[in-house]
Each structure stands twice: as C-alpha cells, then as structure tokens.
C-alpha cells in the first residue's frame, strides 16, 4: 500500500519518479522497494519504461489496475482518504 500511495502522491505532483525516489519518499529500503515493485509490475499494478536521462533507471507509473487497487485499499484503511489522495 505504502509504495503505491507514494507513487500515487509524486504522480499528482506530475513527477514521473524512478524506484529509489518511491523509497525516500516512502522511507523504505531500496532493494525491498525494488523487490515489491516488481512484483507490482507482474501483477499489473504499475510499469516501468526507460528514463530519458539515465539509461540505467526505469520510470515508474500506476496502471488503471493499480489505481483501482489503491482506491480499494484506501476505502478500507479510511473512508476519508479517497478524497485527499489525488487518483
């Protein structure tokens, strides 16, 4: 939920982040937000594309399935949140 939220939170702001921004903005170690990213990315969640600027790093975006989860995960969590988190 964390690292989609993030994801989520810097997509609002228009920022089209790599995995290492997620886990600072999330306070969370890089290789397990790598790990779970993946993961996320198996099951449709997010994708990746290849950064303009650094070849080694990938962009990462929510899909219509991943903001459709956080919606989900957001309603149970609290009622409230589906209102201030920008998706």
Known sequence: YTLLAGLAQLESQEIEPNQT?????TRTDVMMTSQ???KLETKGYLKRKDSDKD??????????KGQD???QANQVIDPQI????PI
């Open 55 to 64: 070849s080694r790093a990938k962009k990462i975006s929510l899909t219509k």
């Open 36 to 38: 779970i990213l993946r």
């Open 82 to 85: 589906p209102n201030s988190l």
């Open 69 to 71: 989860l956080l919606k």
């Open 21 to 25: 921004e997620i886990a600072s903005l």
